[in-house]
């Protein structure tokens, strides 16, 4: 969540004299190897960052970890007397709020997505709804980057301010003007000239969905189209053996983890983001920088990005012959940039340079 979303912030921070110190599980490993960890903690040495270990869990029925979670914050806060904490995540973003109320300091909470949208599970609403409605009241700043969570956090909690702030920023040079020889690394990819390429970045778990992507290939028998997923997970078995199921096993390609995404993303013909859930997606905006087109779910977050039928296609996130009718859609209209170049306008208003500029603001009017 840091090294990945927040890096911006911490510039910012720091640029206004302050010093920032960030509190994470760094021995969480569901995301990143130990490598990358250890390059992030030095890359934070270096910026003179200063690092605690926080036993954060993703899960909020992990009550043990959480009351100890909770109390080293509390602990950190007496010791550190820091001015204000920003928190993210929602179990994390729990447990720093009711820290930070105990403790009398201000807080930012970036709702990243809440768990409770259109669409969402009764149990999700029955849960997590209650809880962030009570601990609005404990939040000085409520930041949402979507459209819909922004206007249901205003009209039905209580923070202080809610703001909305579109994403966390895209810089949209470092995905536009990649300099990456899209033949060479097609045929490293294995692809020949006339092949499609599906890429999907995310991890692989049950909401990112890849498998209803993998079903749908079954189902065109295409064999032109191949399908290319960046990221580790849980599912990874699971994947291979619905791609051999379907008969697709030499068109599906499980890349793993990858620092190369802005030369995937210029080698793909096509994005595709079948997430069940999603907050504003980070990698369906860079395809969109990249000048991809784009299929994904008809939900929260992607509705601000994607116009259907102009930009790419949105869908049912679990029915195969919408995906099936959208691939052929864009395969049989690649020449045409249209969509390309409309995404590549429309992500502009999602720039770096514009959320610097808003939360920049927030911290100073905090």
């Known amino acids: 969540m840091i090294g990945?979303?927040?890096?911006?912030?911490?510039?910012?921070?720091?640029?206004?004299?302050?010093?920032?110190?960030?509190?994470?599980?760094?021995?969480?490993?569901?995301i990143w190897t130990d490598e990358r960890v250890e390059q992030f903690k030095n890359q934070m040495q270096e910026m003179s960052v200063v690092c605690h270990q926080v036993e954060f869990s993703r899960s909020p029925l992990n009550f043990k970890k959480d009351f100890d979670s909770y109390r080293q914050?509390?602990?950190?806060?007496?010791?550190?007397?820091?001015?204000?904490?920003?928190?993210?995540?929602?179990?994390?973003?729990?447990?720093?709020?009711?820290?930070?109320?105990k403790c009398h300091i201000k807080v930012i909470y970036t709702a990243h997505g809440f768990h409770f949208y259109n669409g969402a599970p009764k149990l999700n609403w029955l849960v997590y709804y209650p809880i962030e409605k009570i601990l609005s009241r404990w939040t000085d700043v409520l930041i949402t980057i979507t459209k819909e969570d922004y206007k249901r956090a205003k009209k039905k909690f209580n923070a202080c301010k809610t703001v909305y702030v579109p994403g966390i920023g895209i810089d949209i040079d470092k995905f536009s003007n990649v300099n990456a020889d899209r033949i060479s690394i097609r045929a490293s990819l294995g692809l020949k000239e006339d092949d499609v390429?599906?890429?999907?970045?995310?991890?692989?778990?049950?909401?990112?969905?890849?498998?209803i992507v993998i079903k749908s290939l079954g189902v065109l028998r295409d064999l032109k189209i191949h399908y290319y997923i960046a990221g580790?997970?849980?599912?990874?078995?699971?994947?291979i053996r619905t791609a051999k199921d379907n008969n697709v096993?030499?068109?599906?390609?499980?890349?793993?983890?990858?620092?190369?995404?802005p030369e995937l993303m210029k080698s793909a013909d096509i994005y595709v983001l079948p997430s069940i859930r999603e907050g504003l997606n980070v990698s369906l905006m860079e395809a969109m920088a990249s000048g991809l087109p784009c299929i994904c779910g008809n939900i929260r977050g992607n509705t601000d990005l994607i116009e259907s039928g102009i930009g790419g296609y949105l869908v049912s996130p679990t029915k195969e012959d919408e995906y099936c009718a959208s691939i052929k859609q864009i395969t049989n209209h690649l020449k045409s940039k249209t969509m390309s170049e409309y995404n590549q306008h429309k992500i502009k208003k999602f720039a770096t340079s514009v959320v610097n500029n808003k939360m920049e603001e927030i911290y100073i009017n905090l």
Request: charged share 20%; net charge negative; hydrophobic share 40%.
């Open 4 to 30: 990945q979303f927040n890096m911006s912030n911490i510039e910012i921070l720091q640029n206004l004299g302050y010093q920032v110190h960030i509190a994470c599980n760094f021995s969480d490993r569901s």
């Open 73 to 101: 914050v509390c602990e950190l806060i007496r010791q550190e007397r820091f001015c204000f904490i920003h928190c993210h995540t929602p179990v994390a973003g729990v447990i720093s709020r009711m820290a930070a109320h």
């Open 197 to 211: 390429m599906l890429l999907s970045v995310g991890e692989l778990n049950e909401n990112k969905n890849h498998s």
């Open 232 to 239: 580790t997970g849980i599912l990874r078995d699971f994947l």
């Open 249 to 261: 096993g030499d068109k599906v390609h499980l890349l793993g983890y990858r620092t190369d995404i």
